[in-house]
Nanobody, 126 residues
Framework: QMQLVESGGGLVQAGESLRLSCAAS????????MHWFRRAPGKEREFVAA????????VYADSLKGRVTISRDNAKNTVYLRMNSLKPEDTAVYYC???????????????????WGQGTQVTVSS
């Protein structure tokens, strides 16, 4: 079974940037489409971005287009999420998750429950 470990979160000031990483073990990441979601305090889980197995298809949440970039390095079994111009409302726990494809379901409800990492906290101060 694949294990996913997110890292790179922390406390930053508004306007700064962060790059989150999602490292996989147990299976080759190259076989899967990768998704990033986030959950802010008191809010529903929200889709952030997704990338196909070879990176030829990328989907972003409309509200985040232009500020986030998803990428992957299959040789390192790692997916990244670069976030720029961070705002206090970006404060959330960020999760990566795997699925066989990018679909309306995976970008709304998210991949299956056993396909997620534990998350990394991002806190943006004003």
């Amino acid at each position: 079974q694949m294990q996913l470990v997110e890292s790179g979160g922390g406390l930053v000031q508004a306007g700064e940037s962060l790059r989150l990483s999602c490292a996989a073990s147990g299976r080759a990441l190259s076989k899967y489409a990768m998704h990033w979601f986030r959950r802010a305090p008191g809010k529903e889980r929200e889709f952030v971005a997704a990338i196909s197995q070879n990176g030829d298809r990328i989907v972003y949440a409309d509200s985040l287009k232009g500020r986030v970039t998803i990428s992957r390095d299959n040789a390192k079994n790692t997916v990244y999420l670069r976030m720029n111009s961070l705002k206090p409302e970006d404060t959330a726990v960020y999760y990566c998750a795997v699925d066989d494809d990018i679909t309306e379901v995976t970008t709304s409800l998210g991949p299956a429950p056993d396909s997620w990492g534990q998350g990394t906290q991002v806190t943006v101060s004003s």
